[in-house]
């Protein structure tokens, strides 16, 4: 059962900093919902302050900017999986949010909620390690903005300081030319491992490659030391190069055992997964 709570709607990402500065430990973030209320029913939280950052303007919308794309943190998993737009240009991230959860976590559950909470077993963050994206973090010193990459520490950890929260997504499309593709594993509705791939291809060649996996070890990752040695090789030499990455994938993944899978069959078939996505994204992929 739910433990009485106040219930705080600020106006703006400062005033949601202020709120959070003044109450410390005993205020939480509320957005959608999806895992606060969980930890909240079985006991594991008991704020005395929720935070509702629904309401705040600066944290909704999916607007073009600069060449690119900036997703409010509000937004929802069935936002973004409907957008025209994220559907045209950037379908690596919407085929990744029509698989999250189901329905009802879609409709619920937001970008910004999800990223933050850094769950490990996700969705989102493998594909937008793919697409370079960056964060924007407000508070009442301001904003700061910085790569996905370095705002994901670890398992439930990131880079959010005191005071602050996460306002918007950023990522720009891919150039012309490369095919992207999405591999998902699941087992209770959640991913077991997930692996994003986008590539450019000249023939038979990989001409350029992104690569990341996620829900393998603490946090999603970004491959560049395997995209390395697979640039510039067939499609069949990337493959066995892949294959002969386990050591490689091993040390940079930490993969670990849990309820959805051993660490060593978590290995496997993230090899399986990259080399299919791969085979994929070389063929064209999802997109343009
Ligand atoms: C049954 C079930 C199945 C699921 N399956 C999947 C799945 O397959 N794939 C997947 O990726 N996810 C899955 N999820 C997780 C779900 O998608 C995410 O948890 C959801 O996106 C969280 O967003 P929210 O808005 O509900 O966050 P909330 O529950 O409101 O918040 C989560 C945490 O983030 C903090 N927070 C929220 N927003 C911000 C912000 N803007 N700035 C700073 N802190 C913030 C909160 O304080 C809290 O600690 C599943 C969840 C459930 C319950």
Redesign the pocket.
Known sequence: MLKPFRLLRPGTVAEAGEELERHDDAA????????????MRQGL?QPEYL?D?KHIPE?HGIRRENGGISIG??V??WDLERDGEIRKHYPLLAE?ES????I???N??????????A?P?????TPLLVLDAEVE?GSTRGSRVMPLDDFLLGMYE?A?EPG????RVRVEPLPPGWGVAYQRI?R????TLNAAVAARSGGNVVNEVRMAVGCVGPRAVRLPDLEGRIRGLTVEDAVEAIRGARELLEEVLMPVDDLLGSAAYKLDITVVALERALRTSMMGGMGD
């Open positions: 939480a973030i509320y957005a959608g919902g999806a895992e606060l209320l969980l930890l939280l935070i950052i944290l943190a509000a929802t998993h990744a698989h999250v959860g189901n009802r976590v879609r619920q559950g937001t970008l910004g909620g999800n990223l933050c909470f769950d077993h996700a969705d989102p963050a973090l990131t959010l602050e929260i996460l306002a699941e209770f509705f959640r991913p």
